[in-house]
């Protein structure tokens, strides 16, 4: 099994900047992708970022530009970096990783609890 641990939400003013974090711990041999999606009040949740074991990044449109995604192998972690923030990003964010327990596993998918990001003046 594996936890994932998120921080770094919170209220902030429009223009605003904040980094979540979230580290991921447990039975973990590999990572693959990592990610970090969102669910407004009364919205589906949505794909934010996403990050191969690559390096390669996918956004959605409305965070292109403003958002950056990373993360640190060494430490099993994804970030968030999201600059320019809007009063349209308020949302709770989860980070999502896809791991594999051991050399002969399938992935799975596990997910973070959320932590809630408020944009407002």
Known sequence: QVQLVESGGGLVQPG???RLSCAASGRIFSINAMGWYRQAPG????LV????????TNYADSVKGRFTISRDDAKNTVYLQMNSLKPEDTAVYYCNVNSRGSYYSTANNY????T?????S
């Not at 970022?49 to 390669?56: F, H, M």
């Not at 809630?116 to 407002?120: E, I, L, P, R």
């Open 49 to 56: 970022a996403a990050i191969t074991s690559g390096g390669r």
């Open 43 to 46: 919205k589906q949740r949505e």
């Open 116 to 120: 809630q990001v408020t944009v407002s």
């Open 111 to 114: 997910w973070g609890q959320g």
């Open 16 to 18: 605003g900047s904040l």
